[in-house]
């Protein structure tokens, strides 16, 4: 099992690492990496639903891929909208923590929308009481939980430095990656003493630590490699070692949220979609959490 986490865990950056090299290409318009978010967090937001079918809240499936769809285009369209108005050549986030914020309207609005649009979707539905509070409750669950969180995916492919997002997205990848591998591979050869064993029993103190500091090494490697071999300002090593550190602990939180989810939901695994993970959301968890604290570290430390 610890093997083949390891192997999987190295294709899928490898895989990633090749899509966004490929995707730098198609500047300004980054299809594939659009394409690939919106993929994986329509499987993320499948297996959620089935998680969640089988507990009081009853999610709609329709309502809840409309909903993901329609924050999903407010991400994209209006970087779209701006280059073929401007014809300007490179289209992103002017750097700074309130344009940073401020890009994040769109997908805020959709998803007030997306609310709106669920309680009147489950009023037409309506037969009997006690089911139709539940049901809008785990639609908003999962187009917030899979939605919401994964749009800081998507928007940090449009910041503009650093290549474009390329930087800032191997950062991120990287280190929430890198907590995760380094958390379970810790964690199975020397872990003794249990993180939080009401919510994820087989999660150890010694995983942690080892996440940590795989999340601190990877971190560290990210800001060598853009530094010394593609020749562009990243975070600085005292910035990469507090984002490495930050995220490290985010993304594990992440983790053992989705734990609960699916301790709560009687279930060990989302799906049996990716070999040693589990299922795509099984992949996504640390990278959900830990996009928005990445998004944000990066407006405030970012070039």
């Not at 779209?80 to 108005?85: A, E, K, L, N, S």
């Not at 489950?122 to 509070?133: D, H, I, N």
């Not at 997205?169 to 199975?188: H, P, Q, S």
Request: hydrophobic content about 60%.
């Amino acid at each position: 099992m610890l093997r083949t986490r390891v192997v999987s865990a190295v294709l899928i950056v490898a895989a990633l690492v090749l899509l966004l090299y490929v995707d730098q290409w198609l500047a300004p318009w980054f299809p594939l990496w659009f394409a690939l978010c919106a993929l994986a967090m329509g499987a993320a937001a499948r297996e959620l639903i089935a998680l969640l079918d089988g507990s009081p809240l009853r999610p709609s499936g329709a309502v809840a891929a409309g909903g993901l769809l329609a924050i999903l285009a407010a991400d994209w369209l209006p970087h779209v909208t701006r280059i073929c108005q401007t014809a300007e050549p490179i289209s992103g986030i002017v750097h700074g923590p309130d344009a940073a914020i401020a890009v994040l309207a769109w997908p805020f609005l959709s998803f007030t929308a997306v609310v709106m649009a669920t309680f009147v979707a489950e009023s037409l539905r309506f037969e009997a009481p006690g089911r139709s509070v539940a049901a809008v409750a785990g639609t908003v669950l999962v187009v917030a939980y899979v939605g919401l969180l994964g749009s800081f995916l998507v928007q940090m492919r449009w910041l503009e430095g650093c290549r474009h997002g390329l930087v800032p997205l191997a950062f991120l990848i990287a280190t929430a990656k890198g907590a995760d591998v380094g958390a379970y591979t810790v964690g199975r050869l020397a872990g003794r003493r249990k993180l939080w064993p009401a919510i994820s029993p087989n999660k150890t103190v010694e995983g942690a630590a080892g996440g940590l500091a795989f999340a601190l090494a990877a971190a560290l490697l990210v800001e060598w490699v853009a530094v010394n071999r593609i020749g562009v300002t990243a975070l600085g090593w005292a910035g990469a070692a507090l984002f490495g550190l930050v995220i490290g602990v985010v993304a594990q939180v992440g983790d053992l949220m989705e734990s609960m989810i699916k301790r709560d939901c009687g279930r060990k695994d989302a799906s049996a979609a990716v070999p040693g993970f589990g299922g795509v959301l099984d992949v996504l968890d640390s990278l959900l959490f830990a996009a928005p604290v990445a998004y944000g570290l990066w407006a405030w430390m970012g070039p």
